[in-house]
């Protein structure tokens, strides 16, 4: 009897020391993986948010570029515009039309069409300045072309007006000086303009060009202060 009770003692002992060792194994397992879990998710959270920020450096760097585009894009329009045609355009007396023509050839704005992705990152009073000063200019390729055609049939007006008096100057035997029909070519010209209210088209350019002017000084400084940010 002594002999069985001493060997249901030792088995209890060895299942209790047995059970409490993998009773300890278990959380041991268990706290392993939690912490493996942890870091595992720490390292997916920091690779996120690394890419996040890294899409956002891209993402800023390409808006960047794209205004240096825009900006040149615009100085390179009113350069043109101010050097080859505006500056005679100033010159003239309010009222008086301007009978020069000047070409304006389709997509002259191609870097601004194709951009919209960038004004919708940049803030909000560049982003409104520059749809301002591109509707502005649109604006006066449109009032160009408009005195392009005007001035179109006035030379047209006053060319055939000029060949009338040289079939008559043939005909009666008349003779003018090169500077008298010079002279009366421009004032054909001139006259022609008039009646076509070019005179009101010259000062609305006048007018718009001395606007679209500030808008590029007051932009110039936001995007300098935008891009040194």
């Given at each position: 009897m002594d002999i069985i009770n001493s060997l249901a003692n030792l088995w209890t002992l060895e299942s209790r020391d047995t059970f409490v060792g993998a009773f300890f194994t278990v959380i041991a397992a268990i706290c392993g993986a939690g912490i493996a879990g942890r870091f595992s998710f720490s390292a997916i959270e920091k690779a996120h948010t690394y890419n996040i920020e890294?899409?956002?450096?891209?993402?800023?760097?390409?808006?960047r570029n794209t205004l240096k585009l825009i900006m040149i894009e615009i100085k390179t329009a009113w350069e043109v515009y101010h050097n080859e045609y505006a500056a005679d355009l100033k010159l003239i007396e309010?009222?008086?039309p301007y009978t020069v023509m000047f070409p304006v050839?389709?997509?002259t704005f191609?870097?601004?069409?194709?951009?919209?992705?960038?004004?919708?990152?940049?803030?909000?009073?560049?982003?409104?300045?520059?749809?301002?000063i591109y509707m502005r200019m649109k604006g006066?390729?449109?009032?160009?072309?408009?005195?392009?055609n005007d001035a179109r049939q006035a030379l047209n007006a006053a060319e055939s007006r000029m060949q009338t008096l040289y079939d008559e100057m043939t005909e009666y035997g008349k003779n003018f000086s090169s500077e008298t029909l010079a002279d009366t070519y421009k004032n054909y010209?001139?006259?022609?303009?008039?009646?076509l209210g070019m005179g009101g088209t010259a000062d609305g350019m006048k007018l718009l060009g001395a606007e679209i002017e500030c808008l590029h000084r007051s932009l110039l400084?936001?995007?300098?202060?935008?891009?040194?940010?």
């Open positions: 890294k899409a956002e450096r891209e993402e800023k760097k390409i808006t309010k009222g008086k050839g389709a997509n191609s870097l601004y069409d194709s951009s919209p992705s960038c004004l919708a990152n940049l803030p909000v009073e560049i982003a409104e300045k520059i749809v301002l006066m390729i449109a009032m160009i072309e408009l005195n392009n010209v001139n006259h022609e303009a008039v009646k400084k936001m995007t300098h202060h935008y891009q040194q940010s």
